[in-house]
């Protein structure tokens, strides 16, 4: 059983920046980012499988880069220009199969972390 913990929250102006963590307690080959406003369902931000393939959401696209710390089994993910949309509960999760181009459909991932509050205020 993997263990994810993200890091990283917290309230930014709109336009502003924030960069997320998430500490992985072992080796996954796929990893990705996903989100959860509320009232609405958890959509799918950004995905990264190891060698560096990497997707990301439409809404994000130019706005937000996902990266990794292979060493360290860290994801990161660095969000500019931050909207009020951008703001809901930020969960990292990750999977121990290679999927090229890496899903952002919450259905492949196995783990999943508790999340981290992502507020922007306008």
């Known amino acids: 059983q993997v263990q994810l913990v993200e890091s990283g929250g917290g309230s930014v102006q709109h336009g502003g920046s924030l960069r997320l963590s998430c500490a992985a307690s072992?080796?996954?080959?796929?990893m990705a980012w996903f989100r959860q406003a509320p009232g609405k369902e958890r959509e799918g931000v950004a995905a990264?499988?190891?060698?560096?393939?990497?997707q990301y959401a439409d809404v994000v696209k130019g706005r937000c880069t996902i990266s990794q710390d292979n060493g360290k089994n860290t994801l990161f993910l660095q969000m500019n220009s931050l909207e009020t949309g951008d703001a809901g509960m930020y969960y990292c999760?990750?999977?121990?199969?290679?999927?090229?181009?890496?899903?952002?459909?919450?259905?492949?991932?196995?783990?999943w972390g508790q999340g981290a509050q992502v507020a922007v205020s306008s």
């Open positions: 999760a990750a999977d121990d199969s290679r999927c090229i181009p890496p899903p952002i459909g919450q259905g492949w991932y196995h783990y």
């Open positions: 072992a080796y996954t080959k796929t």
């Open positions: 990264i499988a190891k060698g560096g393939s990497t």
